[in-house]
């Protein structure tokens, strides 16, 4: 999967999930200021982004990720990482 699929599908996600106009959403566009998201709709993006890696995502990565164009270059490595056949993380249990 290109970098250009890769954004074609997150913006598709991010409309169709959040109702977002797919034009306001950039390679720029911050996920939590621009967009409006917050914590619980970054839960349903991963969820949605499990099936387009097919790998559960690292927590700690994720917590990272402030713009789409990070969410997008995650893809691409958790994809690379599949394919590489890498182990998926370890999920702590809550404490």
């Known amino acids: 999967m290109t970098r250009d699929e890769i954004y074609a599908q ?45 790998r559960r995502p690292d927590p700690e990565k994720a917590k990272q990720i402030r713009t789409v164009a990070e969410l997008v270059a995650f893809v691409e490595e958790e994809i690379a990482a599949a394919e590489r056949g890498d182990p998926e993380p370890e999920t702590p249990m809550p404490t």
Do not use: C, N, W
């Open 10 to 54: 997150i913006k598709e996600i991010l409309s169709d999930s959040f109702e977002l106009e797919p034009e306001s959403i950039t390679m720029e566009s911050t996920l939590y200021e621009e967009l409006d998201l917050d914590s619980i709709d970054a839960v349903d993006i991963f969820v949605q982004l499990r099936d387009m890696t097919g």
